[in-house]
């Protein structure tokens, strides 16, 4: 329990920071997918 007290003081905003990344990387995930789409009809190249 201590470590959990010691960290949250090292890093305050780890939570919000941790899912502000996690939202943005799959934004870039589903833009890319949408644009692999867009250019070669498939959303997995090789795979219909």
């Given at each position: 329990m201590q470590i959990f007290q010691i960290l949250s003081k090292l890093f305050p905003n780890y939570a919000k920071e941790a899912e502000q990344s996690n939202c943005r990387l799959a934004m870039i995930g589903?833009?890319?997918?949408?644009?692999?789409?867009?250019?070669?009809?498939?959303?997995i190249p090789g795979i219909l």
């Open positions: 589903f833009f890319a997918l949408i644009h692999n789409y867009a250019l070669t009809g498939s959303i």
